[in-house]
């Protein structure tokens, strides 16, 4: 997909992110694709979406533009998304229309600065869009200079840093649209239909929704959680994994 029609694809729009980590019982690369659909049926506008597996699953089953990622811990370093530039050629080769990474300021594998890997990767990648998974504002606006297509807000509280803010942290989203000079991904914290759409008006440029639409472990937590009722007793049965 050209990058004009990403860019109309996704304004104003509902990005989901269809992910599952090995622990959780939905842990499939043919669920995520179907989640993947049932996303697109309902009217989003993108897919984010974790491991060239879950990747080529679901492009084989929505036709929709994808944020790819790879998930991968390297020993002794805190970044996680995208880490290395193994990640970002691996997405590139699979064609992802938007590869997005962990643009904070945390230890990166090899005890590289962010500035000096996103000069790697825009030089080697001149073409791709790349999209900067930011925890404050100074990393958003250093990976708008170091020329990031999108600025998101993913990992806003998950940095030691930042992990007092309240999210969905409007004020963040309004700066970095106002500042940056990107369209801004507004992502991390919305919960509620209300919440996209303060995000939105607030100056987002789309908005990404992971949790509260596709994971039932999580929502249905929170339900508990929320309500103080009687949680109900767990069974030794497990759903079959692909």
Not at 161 to 176: F, G
């Amino acid at each position: 997909m050209d990058k004009a029609a990403v860019y109309s694809l996704l304004a104003g729009g509902l990005i989901v992110s269809c992910q599952a980590l090995p622990d959780e019982p939905l842990f499939s690369s043919y669920i995520m694709s179907r989640m993947a659909y049932a996303a697109m049926e309902g009217g989003a506008v993108g897919i984010r979406a974790n491991s060239i597996s879950d990747i080529r699953e679901i492009k084989n089953t929505v036709d929709l533009p994808i944020i790819g990622i790879i998930k991968q811990k390297y020993e002794g370093f805190e970044t996680v998304i995208t880490p290395t530039m193994k990640e970002v050629a691996a997405l590139a080769l699979e064609e992802v229309d938007m590869i997005a990474l962990d643009c904070t300021f945390r230890s990166r594998p090899g005890g590289r600065k962010i500035e000096d890997f996103l000069f790697e990767i825009r030089k080697e990648f001149p073409d791709q869009l790349f999209m900067a998974d930011c925890s404050n504002y100074e990393e958003g606006m250093l990976a708008a200079r170091f020329g990031m297509d999108f600025i998101g807000t993913t990992l806003r509280g998950y940095t030691q840093y930042t992990q007092t803010a309240v999210l969905p942290d409007l004020e963040l989203i309004r700066r970095l649209s106002m500042d940056s000079g990107r369209p801004v991904i507004a992502e991390g914290g919305i919960k509620t239909p209300e919440q996209l759409k303060t995000a939105l008006q607030v100056g987002a440029f789309a908005a990404v929704v992971g949790s509260a639409i596709t994971r039932p472990r999580e929502i249905t937590r929170d339900f508990i959680n929320g309500a103080d009722c009687r949680v109900g007793e767990k069974t030794d049965k497990k759903g079959d994994r692909e």
